[in-house]
């Protein structure tokens, strides 16, 4: 009986395998693309809903403007790769939260992204907006949700109860996922999937850096960018437990990806 627990198993987690876009890794993804985006619809209606949207016509205009330009470079992307069907279902929506105390932006599947006030100082401008939003909507097209969600599922549920959570259990789907996309994962029994996240942080960082250049934005603005950011936080938290990489380590990956990126350039 065990055996065949363990073999259904990892029939099941090789069938759960992905490939994530320009990096070529190999990631896990229980849920459907389809089951997080309606996830996403949900939850970005709800935040929408308690947040006090921007009326600076300047300001939402901006985000809207780098949105749509990260939106078509990921679109132009996938078309080259002849990957299209894999943005089936997206809605982009861009929208700038009016909320001067948080520096912060995220992107949920299928598109929905959020800026907030907050972050603006940091980003200065277009350029510096591009690089946040690029790195967000890199998660999005990643599927690092759908890989974080994966990852909480089988430690809290094991692998024979995901498909029972999802159609059963629909208020523990969507706490996980709210920790899946963003609002961060506690330690104990999670503090093993921080090192999934630090690896995503980063390779959001990568698929960003491509996607604003294709959008023609100068990619090489990402590091004064973050180097900002780092100094606003002064964030002294060990690298073992950061859910983002150490900002030396960041500042060295960005100068070491740049070549790259800088190919896809082209300034408008």
């Given amino acids: 009986m ?3 627990i363990v073999l259904a198993s990892c029939l099941l987690l090789a069938a759960g395998c992905t490939t994530v876009p320009i990096t070529g890794r190999r990631q896990l993804s229980l849920v459907g693309d389809s089951e997080m985006n309606a996830l996403a619809v949900t939850q970005y209606k709800e935040t929408l809903g308690t947040a006090k949207l921007s009326t600076n016509a300047t300001e939402v205009a901006m985000v809207r403007r780098v949105g749509q330009r990260i939106q078509a470079a990921v679109e132009q992307y996938f078309r080259q790769q002849g990957q299209s069907s894999q943005l089936e279902g997206y809605q982009w929506e861009f929208n700038l939260i009016d909320d001067p105390k948080t520096v912060n932006a995220w992107c949920m599947p299928g598109g929905k ?5 907050g972050i603006l100082p940091l980003t200065r401008d277009e350029t510096g907006l591009a690089v946040v939003m690029g790195h967000e909507i890199a998660h999005a097209v990643a599927k690092h949700g759908a890989e974080r969600m ?4 089988l430690a809290q549920l094991g692998t024979t109860a995901v498909s029972t959570a999802l159609t059963k259990n629909p208020a523990a789907t969507n706490s996980i996922f709210a920790s899946a996309v963003g609002t961060g994962t506690q330690l104990g029994a999670q503090g093993l999937l921080l090192k999934f996240s630090r690896n995503q942080e980063s390779e959001a960082d990568h698929l960003g850096l491509i996607f604003m250049a ?3 934005y100068n990619p090489a603005q990402a590091i004064p ?3 900002r950011m780092a100094a606003q936080s002064q964030n002294t938290t060990p690298e073992f437990l950061s859910s983002h990489p150490a900002d030396a380590t960041r500042v060295a990956d960005l100068q070491r990806l740049l070549p790259e990126a800088q190919k896809y350039y082209k300034p408008r």
């Fill in 225 to 227: 960018f973050w180097q």
């Fill in 214 to 216: 294709m959008a023609g």
């Fill in 2 to 4: 065990l055996k065949k």
């Fill in 113 to 117: 992204v959020a800026v907030y006030t």
């Fill in 150 to 153: 994966s990852d909480q599922m």
